[in-house]
């Protein structure tokens, strides 16, 4: 007759850490062969530590196979998570190291002219906005008094080559207003 113990079905976790160890020991019953002389039960556990302490956990010879399994996919993933690690402290080191080799970019000092500072504006702009922009820095530069976008246009564009709407469209679009 099967017993309830040996017909139930076993669940083991699929991953797990820490070793698999055979556990000989003595029962404690007086009248058991293992209570005299050098013969002990074997049992096989998980031994693992935690917040280093090592420890046990009991195990029956049903769920040692799973356990092997769960020990050794623990173990793959470990390994391909330190590569990945790895892989990833070379191409870190790699890039800083290239880098540093480099030649110096040129020093983004004290700009020298004012065609100078606009263009350190110019990654910000498409092209025809850029004109259009440098067009109000000259205006702003020159316009006497109050500093306003019409009288930037009046001195700047005097012809009136674009419409107004385009510079005040522009000057609504541009970055750092
Ligand atoms: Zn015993």
Redesign the pocket.
């Given at each position: 007759m099967m017993t309830l113990m040996t017909s139930k079905r076993t669940w083991v976790p699929r991953m797990l850490r820490g070793s698999l160890v055979t556990l000989r020991r003595?029962?404690g019953?007086p009248s058991?062969?293992?209570a005299q002389g050098d013969q002990r039960?074997e049992a096989p556990a998980l031994s693992y530590s935690e917040h280093g302490r090592t420890r046990v956990v009991m195990l029956a010879e049903s769920d040692v196979d799973a356990v092997t399994a769960a020990l050794e996919r623990y173990r793959a993933a470990k390994t391909e998570l330190e590569e990945q690690a790895s892989t990833g402290l070379a191409a870190l080191t790699e890039r800083v190291a290239a880098e540093r080799a480099e030649p110096r970019r040129p020093a983004t000092g004290p700009v020298t002219g004012f065609g100078a500072l606009l263009g350190l504006t110019r990654a910000g702009f498409t092209a025809p906005s850029f004109a259009i922009f440098t067009d109000l820095m000259a205006g702003w530069v020159c316009a006497p008094g109050r500093r306003t976008i019409t009288a930037m246009i009046t001195v700047a564009d005097p012809a009136g080559r674009r419409a107004h709407d385009a510079y005040h469209r522009n000057a609504a679009t541009a970055p750092g207003r």
């Amino acid at each position: 007759m099967m017993t309830l113990m040996t017909s139930k079905r076993t669940w083991v976790p699929r991953m797990l850490r820490g070793s698999l160890v055979t556990l000989r020991r003595r029962c404690g019953k007086p009248s058991c062969h293992c209570a005299q002389g050098d013969q002990r039960h074997e049992a096989p556990a998980l031994s693992y530590s935690e917040h280093g302490r090592t420890r046990v956990v009991m195990l029956a010879e049903s769920d040692v196979d799973a356990v092997t399994a769960a020990l050794e996919r623990y173990r793959a993933a470990k390994t391909e998570l330190e590569e990945q690690a790895s892989t990833g402290l070379a191409a870190l080191t790699e890039r800083v190291a290239a880098e540093r080799a480099e030649p110096r970019r040129p020093a983004t000092g004290p700009v020298t002219g004012f065609g100078a500072l606009l263009g350190l504006t110019r990654a910000g702009f498409t092209a025809p906005s850029f004109a259009i922009f440098t067009d109000l820095m000259a205006g702003w530069v020159c316009a006497p008094g109050r500093r306003t976008i019409t009288a930037m246009i009046t001195v700047a564009d005097p012809a009136g080559r674009r419409a107004h709407d385009a510079y005040h469209r522009n000057a609504a679009t541009a970055p750092g207003r």
